[in-house]
């Protein structure tokens, strides 16, 4: 069985910045892609930024330029630098894995920007 354990959510004021940490645990040989996605309060969830195991990135339109995805292999560990936040930056993100071809979810982690 696979977990993933989201960490570093919280409250910030518009224009400041925060980071989030996703460890991959459980019996894992290899991990594919991994990513953050994000779900507002009544809207549906949406994709922010995504990790190739090689390294390469995607990002929704609305966070480029502001937030940075980045992994560790050898920690099973996923990333996400999040700078200039906004009130719309408000939302549960959550970490996903790509694990030996299944998608796993973490629980969440709440990010509030106010205004």
């Known amino acids: 069985q696979v977990r993933l354990v989201e960490s570093g959510g919280g409250l910030v004021q518009a224009g400041g910045s925060l980071g989030l940490s996703c460890t991959a645990s459980g019996s894992i040989f290899s991990i594919n892609a991994m990513g953050w996605y994000r779900q507002a309060p009544g809207k549906q969830r949406e994709l922010a930024a995504t990790?190739?195991?090689?390294?390469?990135?995607n990002y929704a339109n609305s966070v480029k330029g502001r937030f940075t995805i980045s992994r560790d292999n050898a920690g099973n560990t996923v990333y996400l630098q999040m700078n200039n936040l906004k009130p719309a930056d408000t939302a549960v993100y959550y970490c996903?894995?790509?694990?030996?071809?299944?998608?796993?979810w973490g629980r969440g982690t709440q990010v509030t920007v106010s205004s």
């Open positions: 996903a894995a790509d694990v030996h071809g299944l998608d796993y």
């Open positions: 990790i190739s195991s090689g390294g390469t990135t």
